[in-house]
């Protein structure tokens, strides 16, 4: 079981923001707080959703909530972190198709997301096929379904 600090995630993320080209993504956010690698097909990230971060600022200012689409971002590192933890730091997943996505509870200020991928290889070789179940506490926050290709 290995897990990745706040720092090494930020890093990561911030080096993002200023590259651009093939295979590389802006991040301007912290997706992760922590990300927990269970087994080699699956992994869990945590992340605190704080009401002074800056992509809260005016979504949906009389009732802020985490955008879902940082909830894929969320997935996506923690997918990241698993393939470069169990295939070498080199290694890369891109994702490539958003299958399906159900969101069912709002993140407010305060709460803690939990995600949980379930990966397996995918259809496809050189691909994996995901499940991420994302939580706050008891209630089921998002179900999200995607691809990724690895390399």
């Keep these: 079981m290995t897990s990745a600090a706040p720092e090494a ?13 093939p295979g ?3 991040a ?10 269970v087994s080699e097909s699956e992994v869990i990230a945590v992340k605190q959703v704080r009401a002074d971060d800056p992509y809260l600022e005016g979504h949906y200012p ?19 972190h698993l393939v470069r933890t169990t295939r070498g730091p080199q290694a ?4 490539t198709a958003l299958d399906s996505v159900r969101f069912t509870t ?6 803690e997301l939990r995600v ?8 496809e070789p050189g691909t994996l096929a995901v499940i991420a179940h994302c939580t706050t506490g008891e209630a089921k926050a998002a179900l999200l379904k995607m ?3 690895l390399r």
């Excluded at 009389?62 to 590192?77: H, N, Q, R, W």
């Design 9 to 21: 995630v930020t890093a990561r993320a911030a080096e993002a923001v200023t590259v651009t080209g």
């Design 62 to 80: 009389d009732m802020t909530v985490y955008p879902g689409v940082f909830l894929i971002e969320s997935a996506y590192e923690a997918v990241l």
């Design 147 to 149: 691809r990724y290709r």
């Design 92 to 95: 890369d997943a891109e994702l």
């Design 116 to 123: 949980r991928c379930e990966c397996r290889p995918g259809d």
């Design 106 to 111: 709002a993140l407010r200020p305060g709460d």
């Design 24 to 26: 590389l993504r802006a």
């Design 28 to 37: 301007p956010i912290k997706p992760v707080d922590v990300v927990t690698v």
